[in-house]
Each structure stands twice: as structure tokens, then as C-alpha cells.
């Protein structure tokens, strides 16, 4: 497996993490129930997006090799 092709797999499965932390989020909210957990998973899910965001920014893939 290439170096991209594992960066993408892992993107895939942080991108995969971010939906459930999500899920979460939107039960606990529409039960209006857990405020501060509410806080915590808006922090979780926006730390999990930018780390996404920048290991596929172009300048940050792994060079060469098969996709």
C-alpha cells in the first residue's frame, strides 16, 4: 500500500470518527440535555475536522508511489 493511499485511508477513518462525534452531538442537543457536553463534542468535532482539513491539503500528501 502507498504512502497516499494509506493517508487516505486514514482520513477516511478520522472523516468516519467525525460522523459519530456528529451523531452525538445532534442527539444530545435535540434532547437539550448535557450542555457542557455539547461544548466539549463542538470542540472534539472541530479538532477532528481541521486535522482532516490539513493531512489532505496538497502540500501535506506524501509524495510519489501508486494511489
Known sequence: MSALHRRIQDQQM??????GVLEALEIIDNENVAPNAVTALIGAALN??????SALDSVNLPEGGDA
Open 48 to 53: 477532528i475536522a481541521v486535522e482532516i482539513n
Open 14 to 19: 478520522r472523516a468516519c470518527q467525525l460522523v
